[in-house]
């Protein structure tokens, strides 16, 4: 059974850091993109970020320069670092693997785990 359980959420002050973690499971990941998107209240879930397997990074406009991400591929974990929190970050953020990153570049992917919260208040 492929789990993808995402950990690291919370609740911070603008300005403030998160990390967060997605440990992956009941497969081989191997050859996989993985990566974040993000649904926020009232609002269709959006892409964030993804890393190819070979460590290529892709974002969204609205957190370049302020997200990070990264993958342990021993692990089959992927982490995204959050600086300068924003409270428009505020969403429930899901974890992601997909066989191709043009897959979840493209807003879809094989794998969703269950999500983790972020608020980020003012």
């Known amino acids: 059974q492929v789990q993808l359980v995402e950990s690291g959420g919370g609740l911070v002050q603008a300005g403030g850091s998160l990390r967060l973690s997605c440990a992956a499971s009941g497969r081989s990941f191997s050859g996989y993109a993985m990566g974040w998107f993000r649904q926020a209240p009232g609002k269709e879930r959006e892409f964030v970020a993804a890393?190819?397997?070979?460590?290529?990074?892709y974002y969204a406009d609205s957190v370049k320069g302020r997200f990070a991400i990264s993958r342990d591929k021993a692990k089959s974990t992927v982490y995204l670092q959050m600086n300068s929190l924003k409270p428009e970050d505020t969403a429930v953020y899901y974890c992601?693997?997909?066989?191709?990153?043009?897959?979840?570049?493209?807003?879809?992917?094989?794998?969703w785990g269950q999500g983790t919260q972020v608020t980020v208040s003012s």
């Open positions: 890393i190819s397997w070979g460590a290529t990074t």
């Open positions: 992601a693997a997909a066989i191709t990153i043009a897959t979840m570049r493209g807003g879809s992917s094989n794998y």
